[in-house]
């Protein structure tokens, strides 16, 4: 379907480029004459910023704009008479676009960024499956969340404004722009208690070897755990739905 | 009646919908910002029939009177309120993922082929999902794609096919698995006459070759009339009128209609005077020098009729018509309910 028209696939590339290559800028801005903030180098710092971009790639996928946008069109109906698990396929639909994109626009897109600035990639084996781990339950994660507000339009039929405050809360709480150990400490405790870090932080603080021994189990299991809890709004809120689904227009 | 013997067995079969109405004005939107009004409707309203295997049933109804709603009920999208409904020996809601792999849908008003792929991926996706044998595929389907003409479209995506093009292949689409019931939602809409004739003549080859049932919604009259032996009428939300279409034909059929257009304009007096001792009701026709007369359907008063009318009046144009379908479902709408 992304292979569908070409454009879109050469402009892809591009804008992760220059997304990572403006963030760099602004970094090294940032950072001045200092060797380091909170722990982390300038270095550091822009291969964080890289690899949460690159993660962001796989996990990132709109279905919960999707599912609302068939629920608004009755669309949805033409998905029930399918044989198959309509929360189901959306997921996998998901995952396709996502190694579509991890493989075709972030990996090009992180080699061409790599030979233009400084970044520190991890040498050791276990960082690199620990970081594939990790971004797996990113993905899992993430998609439950947007599954969670997809489904949700079965109820509100127009909940546009709740697309987008969830995709800023997880631009900002998940530690894309900014790592969590940034914040200040009592906010690092509310989220704590949120799932959010599990897509973005925990992956990318790997990644940078950010985590080390029992820090990284904790970080991993947080992930599994969340991933388990978020599956039961999910049958909830299917189930339920189901019952009030309305096929709008006609 | 059994219900392990029908295909479709629909018994009391009923779906309420909450609707909200808004309150007027500024003051209005903010009290419905906290409390909003409610009326309970029942677009379907204790609905009950059954559709032998292999039969082709018409199903019709005014815009509103809770066809696609029993279709979407049917077919497993939405949950009844309440009542019975079994088809295909299935429960459609309660085991969906099963029991659509037994039937086809076509929407005439929804794409169910992907927008931007060549149609052969989309039957390539298709076949994948209910997994179709590459030897069934190629043995039914090479007849289906045959028949409706679709070959040198397969190479095309979906968003370059005009509308004609389009529903050949979402028919062939929805036949890939070759179910055993077919549900076909207005697949004529916006179709013309050749396009319309294919799909009539393909769908009578499909029942005729594998015994496939099949249950239309439409607004075409012709459509059930070349196709249909049965209709069911609803009205509201309920069945009006289940049985053949040669009764419902029969039934309405008391008469002839006799349409003449004069050289000047006539007035009804007249035309009265003229039939005295005959019963005709005439009707005005669109200007003043067309009448229609009504009459029993019997040679001798309409021959009686046409030569007392000739003897006075000059006319430019006589026209014997039998009363049409068309007419016959019009005035049954317009009385809401079908004459016994």
């Given at each position: 379907?992304?292979?569908?028209?070409?454009?879109?696939?050469?402009?892809?590339?591009?804008?992760?480029?220059?997304?990572?290559?403006?963030?760099?800028?602004?970094?090294?801005?940032?950072?001045?004459?200092?060797?380091?903030?909170?722990?982390?180098?300038?270095?550091?710092?822009?291969?964080?910023?890289?690899?949460?971009?690159?993660?962001?790639?796989?996990?990132?996928?709109?279905?919960?704009?999707?599912?609302?946008?068939?629920?608004?069109?009755?669309?949805?109906?033409?998905?029930?008479?399918?044989?198959?698990?309509?929360?189901?396929?959306?997921?996998?639909?998901?995952?396709?676009?996502?190694?579509?994109?991890?493989?075709?626009?972030?990996?090009?897109?992180?080699?061409?960024?790599?030979?233009?600035?400084?970044?520190?990639?991890?040498?050791?084996?276990?960082?690199?499956?620990?970081?594939?781990?990790?971004?797996?339950?990113?993905f899992i994660i993430n998609t439950q969340i947007n599954l969670i507000t997809g489904v949700l339009t079965f109820f509100f039929f127009n909940n546009d404004g709740l697309i987008r405050a969830k995709r800023v809360i997880i631009d900002l709480f998940s530690g894309l722009l900014?790592?969590?150990?940034?914040?200040?400490?009592?906010?690092?405790?509310?989220?704590?208690?949120?799932?959010?870090?599990?897509?973005?932080?925990?992956?990318?603080?790997?990644?940078?070897?950010?985590?080390?021994?029992?820090?990284?189990?904790?970080?991993?299991?947080?992930?599994?755990?969340?991933?388990?809890?978020?599956l039961i709004p999910i049958f909830v809120l299917w189930r339920v739905a189901k019952k009030r689904l309305v096929v709008q227009g006609g | 009646m059994m219900k392990e013997n029908q295909m479709i067995y629909v018994n009391n079969l009923r779906k309420d919908f909450k609707s909200y109405s808004s309150r007027s004005g500024l003051k209005g939107a903010f009290r419905d910002l906290f409390t909003r009004n409610y009326k309970i409707l029942s677009a379907v309203d204790g609905i009950s029939f059954n559709?032998?295997?292999?039969?082709?049933?018409?199903?019709?109804?005014?815009?509103?009177?809770?066809?696609?709603?029993?279709?979407?009920?049917?077919?497993?999208?939405?949950?009844?309120?309440?009542?019975?409904?079994?088809?295909?020996?299935?429960?459609?809601?309660?085991?969906?993922?099963?029991?659509?792999?037994?039937?086809?849908?076509?929407?005439?008003?929804?794409s169910q082929l992907w927008w931007d792929i060549a149609v052969q991926e989309s039957f390539r996706l298709l076949k994948k999902v209910y997994r179709v044998s590459d030897e069934?595929?190629?043995?039914?389907?090479?007849?289906?794609?045959?028949?409706?003409?679709?070959?040198?479209?397969?190479?095309?995506?979906?968003?370059?096919?005009?509308?004609?093009?389009?529903?050949?292949?979402?028919l062939a689409a929805a036949l890939i698995h070759n179910p055993p019931l077919l549900f076909l939602d207005e697949p004529t809409i916006g179709l013309d006459v050749l396009v319309k004739?294919?799909?009539?003549?393909?769908?009578?080859?499909?029942?005729e070759r594998y015994n496939t049932t099949i249950l239309l919604t439409t607004h075409d009259l012709q459509d059930i009339e070349a196709l249909c032996e049965r209709v069911v009428m609803l009205d509201q939300g309920k069945v009006i009128y289940d049985g053949s279409i040669n009764d419902l034909r029969a039934r309405w059929m008391e008469g002839k209609e006799i349409h003449f257009q004069f050289k000047r304009e006539v007035e009804k007096d007249e035309l009265t005077k003229l039939s005295n001792g005959i019963t005709v009701d005439w009707q005005p026709g669109k200007r003043k020098d067309l009448w229609i007369g009504h009459v029993e359907d019997n040679d001798e008063v309409i021959s009686d009729i046409i030569a007392r009318v000739v003897n006075e009046l000059k006319i430019i144009d006589v026209n014997i018509k039998s009363i049409t379908t068309e007419e016959i479902v019009r005035n049954i709408y317009e009385e809401g309910a079908v004459r016994e």
């Open positions: 379907m992304m292979l569908a028209y070409r454009t879109n696939y050469y402009t892809g590339i591009i804008i992760y480029s220059i997304n990572i290559g403006a963030y760099y800028f602004l970094w090294t801005a940032i950072y001045g004459g200092k060797s380091d903030i909170e722990g982390l180098s300038v270095i550091q710092m822009v291969t964080y910023i890289a690899v949460a971009w690159m993660a962001r790639a796989f996990y990132f996928n709109n279905i919960d704009r999707e599912i609302a946008q068939e629920i608004k069109e009755g669309k949805v109906a033409v998905e029930m008479i399918r044989p198959y698990s309509y929360l189901g396929m959306k997921t996998m639909q998901g995952l396709g676009e996502g190694l579509f994109r991890l493989f075709f626009f972030s990996v090009p897109g992180m080699f061409i960024v790599s030979l233009i600035f400084p970044l520190s990639f991890a040498a050791n084996l276990s960082t690199w499956l620990f970081f594939g781990l990790s971004i797996i339950f990113s900014l790592p969590i150990s940034f914040y200040p400490i009592w906010a690092q405790d509310v989220m704590a208690f949120f799932p959010f870090q599990a897509i973005s932080y925990i992956p990318s603080m790997i990644f940078t070897n950010g985590f080390q021994g029992n820090a990284l189990y904790d970080a991993i299991m947080f992930q599994l755990m969340w991933s388990v809890l978020l | 559709v032998k295997p292999g039969e082709m049933v018409g199903y019709i109804g005014e815009n509103g009177a809770g066809k696609s709603t029993s279709i979407k009920m049917l077919t497993g999208i939405l949950t009844p309120t309440s009542g019975e409904v079994i088809v295909n020996g299935m429960n459609p809601h309660k085991e969906r993922e099963e029991f659509v792999r037994t039937i086809g849908v076509v929407f005439g008003q929804r069934d595929y190629a043995s039914h389907m090479e007849h289906v794609i045959d028949t409706l003409d679709i070959a040198p479209l397969l190479d095309k995506p979906v968003r370059k096919l005009s509308l004609g093009q389009r529903m050949r292949c979402e004739n294919k799909i009539r003549t393909f769908l009578k080859e499909i029942n």
